[in-house]
């Protein structure tokens, strides 16, 4: 199987991402659609992956890993209770987050093309032409979204502190920092196991709730969106040696 293509939405746009090169794809004001796609430096990948590992997991440390652990601090609770209460606040502050977002008018359209990647990645995970209308068939959701990815990371993380138990106020906030790494790296592998065996009902079944939050970060998408992600997608495509030039016969304007 092929490694993997993975991406995300930024503003009027769409960034898709293989092992090699990336590219991103906007539509601009007047209509047209801007792209540009870059080989990955291997050296620059590390740096900019640490700068945004750095900034996005300081964020969700404090609102995710040390604000629950602490409230929970405030309970007369031990032992395995005392870690399943911590998850729980956890992952109610994780959806209730996303439910704040996807009120927000505002984020409606990074939503969309949010969704509109991962109709695009399905498409061309399925073996389609990759094409706007042909996309548009598919769902929305995708297993190795990272919201699904988030949302283990918590939960496993309910099984790893089991062990820790209710541990002084000091190694508790350090407990939850030092094994984020080693929480994230075993969901990580789960959610590339689970995009590798979509057919295997039991297992998409084990994973449905973080099939589910998607629907809070994504909504439908049009066609004009869809292009965007597909020509950003095509350019990795192309990059990686995947897609051939005369492939573009594929691409049909929206």
């Known amino acids: ?5 993975g991406g995300q939405a ?3 746009g769409v960034m898709m991402r293989g092992p090699r090169n990336w590219a991103v794809a906007v539509r601009k004001p007047d209509g047209d659609i801007a ?5 990955i430096d291997p050296l620059m990948a590390r740096w900019a992956l640490f700068f945004a590992f750095a900034v996005a997991i300081g964020f969700a440390i404090m609102m995710f890993k040390v604000g629950p652990a602490l409230i929970t601090d405030t309970l007369p609770l031990n032992g395995f209770v005392f870690v399943l209460v911590e998850g729980l606040i956890r992952v109610s502050v994780f959806v209730g987050y996303l439910a704040v977002l996807s009120f927000i008018p505002s984020l409606r359209r990074v939503f969309q093309y949010h969704a509109a990647e991962h109709k695009a990645i399905n ?3 399925a073996g389609e032409d990759l094409r706007p209308e042909i996309a548009q068939r598919y769902s ?4 190795r979204c990272g919201t699904a990815f988030l949302l283990w990371v918590m939960v496993i993380s309910v099984f790893v502190f089991a ?3 209710r541990p002084p106020l000091l190694w508790l906030v350090v407990s939850r920092i030092l094994l984020l790494p ?3 790296g075993i969901a990580y592998e789960l959610i590339r196991f689970a995009g590798k065996h979509t057919d295997n009902r039991v297992l998409m079944t084990l994973l449905a709730p973080g099939l589910w ?5 994504t909504r439908e998408p049009s066609l004009d969106q869809l292009e965007v992600s597909i020509r950003a997608l095509r350019e990795v495509l192309e990059l990686e040696g995947r897609l051939q030039p005369a492939d573009r016969r594929v691409e049909v304007m929206a």
């Open 1 to 5: 199987m092929a490694e993997a293509v």
């Open 10 to 12: 930024v503003l009027e």
């Open 35 to 39: 792209h540009v796609s870059r080989p």
């Open 123 to 125: 498409a061309y995970e």
């Open 140 to 143: 929305l959701i995708h297993p």
């Open 163 to 165: 062990f820790l138990g």
């Open 182 to 184: 080693v929480i994230a």
């Open 213 to 217: 939050l998607q629907r809070l970060t």
